[in-house]
Nanobody, 124 residues
Framework: HVQLVESGGGSVQAGGSLRLSCAGSGYRYSFSCMGWFRQAPGKEREWVARIYSGGGERTSYADSVKGRFTISRDNAKNTEYLQMNSLKPEDTAMYYC?????????????????WGHGTQVTVS
């Protein structure tokens, strides 16, 4: 029974930082691809970042967060992280972690198989 649980969200002022964590359980091996998405009220789900591990490591970021956010993972702990710096009000959203079984590792949410319940990030 695969579960992903996000934590680390909160309310911060513009320019502040937060680190989100996504703890995975219920699977024996780490997923090749994990990512972060966000969704603001009244808006569509938006891809934020993804990380591919399995023969080196590759990361990708949405243009809106590039240079400010950093995705990482600790495979031994089955945990994914999103370090968010220089936060802006436009970053306000519910943030979700996700994992993909096949490891295609694209930016579309339809590719991902498992999702956490989200952690709220509010930037004022």
């Amino acid at each position: 029974h695969v579960q992903l649980v996000e934590s680390g969200g909160g309310s911060v002022q513009a320019g502040g930082s937060l680190r989100l964590s996504c703890a995975g359980s219920g699977y024996r091996y780490s997923f090749s691809c994990m990512g972060w998405f966000r969704q603001a009220p009244g808006k569509e789900r938006e891809w934020v970042a993804r990380i591919y591990s399995g023969g080196g490591e590759r990361t990708s970021y949405a243009d809106s967060v590039k240079g400010r956010f950093t995705i990482s993972r600790d495979n031994a702990k089955n945990t994914e992280y999103l370090q968010m710096n220089s936060l802006k009000p436009e970053d306000t959203a519910m943030y979700y972690c996700a994992a993909e079984r096949r490891g295609t590792c694209g930016g579309r949410w339809e590719l991902y198989d498992y999702w956490g319940h989200g952690t709220q990030v509010t930037v004022s």
